[in-house]
């Protein structure tokens, strides 16, 4: 299996990308998504994937770096467009934070995702969404873009946002946080999503899953680990799941022969 989103260019993982991915092999996690926040972050990620053949990247500004600007949308293009880059993101809303404030957000979110409407290239979309999941569907559903492009990572909240994304027609993403004692409402909505519209992330260097909550910085590795824990909630055998979220990943991101 792959981790589909974790941030390798964040100071925790700098010149490790190689050791950490050799970990990663020793749990069964063969590759990984190395996903980008700001235009610059983007072009570093872009740099990790071109370097090491298990890792890819994504192309995106973050809500809460949406006041990081001025954005160049021409550069963050340009990254989208070589063939290591598998998605655009991430990118979304986030109420969670008193800033940036909204306005800005809701400005960054419409040029971005101009950007890509504009671009003419077919890359899913990864989506950071923090207590806004009604908002950011309703501006979504103004776009050209399908719903089933989109992937919610990183789902923290509830069965009743969890129904908002699956009716929209979305996909959803489960960190570790759907591990911990305290999270029953994600685990609940974690029983809604069909098998075929699921995938499995770390967001390391955060969220690090039970029983290894007092590991830092979370590692790419530990995406077995929630793997696990989500067929077992679902009562699946793991070598269904496994091979599930394996077809999962390579049709959503285009990859091909994830083991």
Not at 165 to 179: K, Q, R
Request: net charge negative.
């Amino acid at each position: 299996m792959i981790d589909t989103h974790c941030h390798l260019t964040f100071p925790d993982f700098a010149g490790a990308t190689h050791r950490t991915l050799d970990e990663c092999e020793e749990m069964g996690v063969t590759g990984a998504i190395t996903v980008s926040t700001t235009v610059a972050d983007a072009h570093r990620a872009l740099e990790l994937a071109l370097d090491d053949d298990r890792l890819w990247c994504s192309a995106g500004v973050h809500p809460l770096d949406s006041d990081k600007g001025p954005h160049d949308w021409d550069a963050l293009t340009a990254v989208a467009r070589h063939e290591r880059c598998v998605a655009w993101g991430e990118l979304g809303l986030d109420n969670h934070y008193k800033t940036p404030v909204r306005s800005m957000q809701d400005r960054i979110l419409e040029q971005h995702l101009a950007t890509i409407e504009g671009s003419g290239l077919d890359l899913p979309v990864i989506l950071h969404c923090r207590e806004a999941y009604g908002e950011l569907i309703s501006v979504l559903r103004r776009t050209s873009l399908p719903p089933e492009r989109f992937v919610f990572h990183c789902f923290t909240a509830g069965p009743d946002d969890m129904r908002l994304l699956l009716d929209f027609g979305a996909w959803v993403s489960f960190t570790g946080v759907v591990t911990y004692k305290n999270a029953d409402d994600v685990r609940e909505a974690a029983l809604l999503p069909p098998l075929d519209r699921i995938m499995i992330e770390t967001d390391a260097p955060f969220l690090t899953p039970a029983p290894h909550r007092k590991i830092r910085p979370n590692h790419p590795k530990f995406s077995r680990v929630t793997a696990q824990f989500v067929a077992d909630l679902h009562g699946v055998p793991w070598p269904e799941f496994h091979e599930r979220i394996n077809r999962n990943a390579e049709r959503f991101f285009g990859l091909s022969d994830i083991t």
